[in-house]
């Protein structure tokens, strides 16, 4: 007799778990165990980078395979709804429903993409989730398609919410103008305006509302300026006794209280004297330097995004700080130019904070090349990918043929920060010396 197959899967996990499993994958753990999981992954990425030095020759094995030592994941002083910043797209639901507004779960790949609303994402603070509600519930009564794929048509793209501990809220809306004329356009624009300060929308009190045509995946201010439709056109942040301005696009760390720890760390690692000047690589609106301003002689910012400069400028003025002074443009332009010709005497310590794409080469040679920087702080959100790339790039011996003649650095310290609880990822602060 053939026995009866017994199935014993487990049930399949609801949407809403799935959701929670991709976006926030330690969810389920308590937070020491979290803190735990990351300084693995942190102790692996150090061992890593030990292995690949020693490749290049240099004796970079320290206790434990480390390149250098590694200090325990300093916590987030705020666990749950800590982002100051969420991004909701706007796609087919699990119930089918084409102007879900939602996180993503599954892969363009896979063509298995389901748009799953994130009421229950703990790191997604409930004022983003109201926004993202009211946002859905105006599109749904529109008589205007999703934008689900450029190419089939369709109008209502992502909604980014940013808001602030002063009470802000700025709402961004991406809409595809498709083929529409600007009368229809100036039609869609009164009619969200209207929802959201006389309608059931005006429950969210937004500060800020901001309206972007674009054609693109991702549109900066310059290729299609952020239309503001309602309210003041910045929200307000204080950090450190210090207010800043936040423009639609600006970079801000995702975590406000985080940051200040964070900040707060990177100012007694640099060390920094009367008459140190600070170089601020990839400076946003100006945080970090101007957080650290009081302790040195002078900062010098570097922003690729213009707006975010003239945010920091505004923050500089505004906190009567004056030994600062920003530069637009990107780094591996404005950074070889300003440190070619670098004759002042004052120590120099530098602080680079980029994207996950890492910094340029030439951002690196630059900064190889000046012989005025013996300390450098490096952070990044993801040091296992680009960032590697760069620390080797800083570490190596000097190579003529890539016109790296300075002095290598050598990794010093590493602390890593949980700027992101729920999730895998943490800001690792590296200490460079030569």
Not at 407 to 417: D, G, N, Q, R, T
Request: net charge neutral; glycine share 8%; with cysteine.
């Amino acid at each position: 007799k053939k026995r009866a197959r017994v199935n014993c899967s487990l049930p399949e996990p609801s949407w809403e778990e799935r959701l929670a499993n991709a976006v926030t994958p330690l969810w389920r753990l308590p937070y020491q165990e979290q803190l735990q999981v990351k300084y693995e992954s942190q102790r692996k990425i150090l061992q890593t980078l030990a292995s690949r030095l020693e490749e290049l020759g240099i004796d970079a094995q320290k206790p434990g395979g480390l390149c250098c030592p590694l200090q325990p994941v300093v916590p987030s002083p705020i666990i749950n709804g800590y982002r100051n910043k969420s991004t909701f797209s706007v796609n087919r639901g699990p119930d089918g429903n084409p102007k879900t507004v939602g996180l993503y779960v599954g892969t363009g790949r896979g063509r298995n993409i389901v748009c799953v609303k994130a009421n229950h994402v703990e790191n997604i603070p409930s004022k983003h989730k109201q926004v993202a509600q009211c946002y859905e519930e105006f599109i749904s009564h529109s008589p205007l398609d999703s934008c689900l794929l450029f190419h089939e048509g369709g109008h209502w793209r992502e909604l980014v919410v940013r808001t602030t501990s002063c009470g802000h809220t700025m709402a961004i809306v991406t809409f595809h103008p498709q083929q529409l004329g600007q009368e229809a356009l100036a039609t869609q624009k009164a009619l969200l305006k209207e929802f959201f300060t006389c309608g059931p929308g005006a429950v969210c009190a937004l500060t800020s509302l901001y309206f972007q045509e674009s054609t693109m995946t991702r549109c900066s201010h310059e290729q299609s300026p952020y239309q503001l439709l309602h309210g003041a056109p910045h929200i307000f942040e204080e950090l450190l006794g210090l207010k800043f301005r936040i423009s639609p696009d600006a970079f801000f760390q995702v975590n406000t209280t985080g940051a200040e720890v964070l900040y707060q760390a990177v100012g007694e690692l640099c060390q920094a004297s009367g008459d140190t000047v600070l170089l601020d690589i990839c400076c946003g609106t100006g945080t970090i330097g101007l957080s650290l301003a009081h302790r040195v002689s002078k900062v010098i910012g570097v922003e690729v995004v213009e707006k975010a400069i003239e945010d920091a400028e505004w923050n500089a003025a505004c906190n009567g700080i004056s030994n600062c002074e920003f530069h637009s443009g990107k780094a591996e332009a404005v950074l070889p130019q300003l440190l070619a010709s670098w004759e002042d005497g004052r120590p120099l310590v530098a602080v680079v904070n980029p994207s996950r794409a890492g910094l340029h080469y030439r951002v690196v040679r630059a900064i190889r090349n000046c012989s005025s920087i013996r300390r450098l702080l490096y952070i990044s959100c993801k040091p296992e990918g680009e960032a590697m790339r760069n620390f080797l790039e800083l570490c190596c011996p000097p190579d003529p043929k890539k016109k790296l003649a300075g002095e290598p650095f050598a990794p010093m310290l590493a602390i890593p920060f949980d700027m992101f609880p729920h999730t895998v990822h943490c800001e690792l602060v590296l200490l460079f010396t030569r």
